[in-house]
């Protein structure tokens, strides 16, 4: 029991570090930016993150960090939740240990960019430790670009593949194939961005699999913000700030029907607001011919 108890606390502390290194990285390019291509008088100034803590009626709790309306980033939240209590019969049959025994300890960083430059390329990221009458990591982190750039991506896949090829010889073949299977729009039959990777279950021996999910974490803080300095200064003009607002819809679309994240959320009494965090703060649908 110390044991497991020790293991959570680990975990715990190293999402909310990451958060708060990533949210660090993001307000540093806020300040850095003079101006927003859209404001191009300076009025608009850098952003910052603002925390939100929520309890959890059942057990635990969280803190929503939420930038918005920055030079950069248009919305970008960073969510650390850790939850603990007893999953409804019905949602125990669907997750590893629950069955047995429903009672459930969760924690985990959430996190989704949207920029306001349509060429600066959106991302989401999140790892988690689970703990039912089983224990496991899972997690990833995948680009969805309004307009993919074969440099970005192939950036940002050889990073990942990097913190995967530390840890196992096929995580990277895995765990990418599991992303573009997983992060993917079936009603419309399209992929949801260009890739990276996503696992789950992942619990051989906690040791190397906690220093797995610390090294993803430490690759995105690492790739991330290279990608947006390259391209956050890019012209753009009306036509392609229409189609981001088209992408976005897509994005939200996975995100409400698919997202697991999403769906472990608000099937365990969590805010609400934090769940859908990942949602744009813009979008459209085109109307149907």
């Known amino acids: 029991m110390e044991e497991i108890e020790r293991r959570k606390q680990s975990a715990r502390a190293w999402f909310e ?3 708060d ?5 993001l307000e540093a ?3 850095e930016s003079a101006f927003a291509l859209d404001d191009p008088e300076g009025a608009r100034a850098p952003a910052r993150f603002q925390r939100k803590a929520w309890q959890r009626e059942d057990g635990g709790g969280g803190v929503m960090g939420l930038l918005s309306e920055g030079r950069v980033f248009e919305k970008a939240g960073a969510n650390v939740s850790t939850v603990f209590g007893t999953f409804s019969e019905a949602f125990a049959r669907e997750i590893p240990g629950a069955a047995e025994n429903p009672g459930f300890w969760a924690s985990g960083i959430s996190l989704v960019i949207h920029p306001r430059n349509p060429l600066v390329p959106p991302v989401h990221m999140n790892t988690r430790y689970v703990v039912t009458a089983k224990a496991w990591f899972g997690g ?7 307009y993919p750039q074969e440099e970005d991506t192939a950036a940002f896949h050889a990073r990942l593949r990097r913190a995967c090829d530390a840890h196992g010889a096929d995580y990277y073949e895995r765990f990418s194939a599991w992303c573009d299977k997983y992060f993917f729009n079936k009603h419309r039959s399209e992929p949801r961005g260009v890739g990276g990777i996503f696992y789950d279950y992942l ?3 906690w040791g190397p699999d906690f220093a797995f999910t610390r090294d993803v974490g430490l690759a995105f803080l690492d790739i991330y913000p290279q990608l947006v300095r390259r391209n956050k200064d890019r012209v753009y003009g009306e036509a392609e700030r229409t189609h981001q607002l088209f992408r976005r819809g897509r994005y939200a679309e996975f995100n409400l029907v698919y997202d697991r994240g999403t769906r472990f959320g608000l099937m365990t009494g969590g805010n609400p607001d934090a769940v859908l965090m990942s949602l744009p703060p813009l979008a459209s649908w085109p109307a149907p011919i």
């Open 140 to 146: 990833g982190a995948d680009l969805n670009p309004i």
């Open 29 to 31: 390019i806020e300040t």
């Open 203 to 205: 619990d051989a021996d």
């Open 21 to 25: 290194r990533i949210c660090a990285a």
């Open 17 to 19: 570090s990451l958060r």
